[in-house]
């Protein structure tokens, strides 16, 4: 079930034993999901229970501790042989587990890396962690580790993110389709997963935004669909998924017709995304993208409407959420841009006192040599797809 070659993988974990030896460390705690599945291909919704890999900096094997559940799971998914549980029961402590690996490896005293900043390390747990290993060895937030390495994305990872953004483009298709007039949300939204699923690919880790009316100035999901009336507005945020890579795109489309105040913030919203879009190459920091977003809606009078961030980085992500962060996009945010870099640009005005909404986004791929980046959406940028 490995969706790369054993190679990749290979790398991978080298790639990540050369960043512990520049940060000294002698072990990494792995806890973020999304790490797991990029260095072993380890893929399971189990991280919402105690689950850790050890990674030591030399050459032996990774361990996984994991529960009984997901035995199976870790041996057909994953490259990893060395499998170890942990049982349920009242009053269990997975850490003594993880101590006895810890002192096989013979990493008492030793500096260790934790990835502190993942949901598959709850605040319970992470105490446990402490409470266990603070006069056992060094532990340090490593965080950013594996993350740093899953910034920029090999020739395979582009070719699923290429999948994913098809299916995004077929999804939004779908779902244009069918909104209109006197249509019920939930229609809208089941039109859009078939096109993901029967084209091969998963349940995106999240949403989709989608809201009509009052519910078009939310960017992020909630419950409670209703239908869609004579003359409305629907905005749609969404992903496609493949092998777990996210592609997004995001719309808002008037219904019956666009009023006034609708065409002038789109022809705003589209001014800044192209701007947006143009910033994005290689030579430029992550933050002057957001540079770009803020100084042409801000010279068009929409200062006090949009965001204050203009997207952020896609990959391979797990539930609760696609935005595979950090890095978000932010004035300010240092991170150079480099060739290979997947983010998804997005442009939001949001008018609370009028009850307006406009947006417009797409997943785009950086490339070298100072080009622009590519655009991974076949759909034309048009929002005001009039239904």
């Known amino acids: 079930m490995l969706h790369f070659e054993r190679s990749e993988f290979d790398q991978r974990i080298a790639a990540a034993r050369r960043l512990m030896r520049r940060d000294g460390l002698d072990a990494l705690l792995i806890f973020a999901q999304e790490s797991h599945y990029y ?3 380890f893929d399971t919704k189990g991280y919402v229970f105690f ?7 030399d050459d032996s094997p990774v361990t996984l501790l994991t529960r009984r559940p997901d035995l199976e799971q870790a041996r057909r998914t994953s490259i990893i042989d060395d499998i170890r549980l942990w049982y349920d029961a009242p009053g269990i402590d997975p850490t003594a587990e993880l101590q006895v690996i810890l002192d096989e490896k013979g990493l008492k005293g030793c500096k260790i890396g934790v990835e502190l900043r993942s949901f598959g390390l709850t605040g319970d747990n992470h105490e446990r962690l402490r409470q266990r290993f603070d006069d056992y060895a060094t532990m340090i937030d490593a965080s ?7 910034l920029v994305k090999s020739d395979a990872e582009i070719a699923y993110v290429r999948e994913a953004a098809e299916l995004a483009d077929q999804s939004l298709e779908a779902m244009v389709e069918a909104s209109g007039p006197g249509v019920f949300e939930g229609k809208i ?3 859009g997963i078939s096109p993901i699923l029967e084209g091969g690919g998963d349940m995106p880790p999240s949403g989709p935004v989608l809201g009509s009316g009052d519910r078009a100035l939310l960017v992020r999901s909630a419950t409670g669909y209703r239908t869609l009336d004579d003359v409305d507005q629907l905005t ?3 992903a496609g998924s493949y ?10 489309i008037t219904i019956g017709r666009a009023s006034d105040q609708h065409l002038e913030m789109f022809a705003a919203t589209r001014d800044a995304i192209a701007a947006m879009t143009d910033a994005a190459r290689v030579g430029n920091t992550i933050g002057q993208i957001d540079d770009a977003h803020r100084a042409t ?6 200062e006090k409407t949009r965001m204050s961030a203009c997207g952020y980085s896609l990959g391979a992500t797990y539930s609760p959420s696609w935005m595979d962060v950090p890095p978000m996009l932010h004035s300010g945010n240092p991170t150079p841009i480099v060739p290979g870099m ?3 640009l997005h442009a939001i005005l949001i008018d609370a006192p009028r009850n307006l909404a406009m947006s417009a986004g797409y997943t785009i791929l950086t490339r070298a040599d100072g080009q622009a980046p590519e655009v991974l959406s076949r759909l034309p940028l048009d929002a005001l797809i009039t239904r």
């Open 236 to 238: 749609i945020e969404h």
């Open 297 to 302: 809606y801000d010279a068009a009078g929409f």
């Open 39 to 41: 260095l072993t291909g």
């Open 342 to 344: 997947i983010l998804f």
């Open 51 to 57: 689950q850790c890999a050890v990674l030591t900096v």
């Open 243 to 252: 092998r777990h890579y996210c592609a997004c795109l995001m719309r808002t």
């Open 189 to 191: 939204a089941a039109a």
């Open 144 to 150: 950013h580790l594996v993350r740093e390495l899953r």
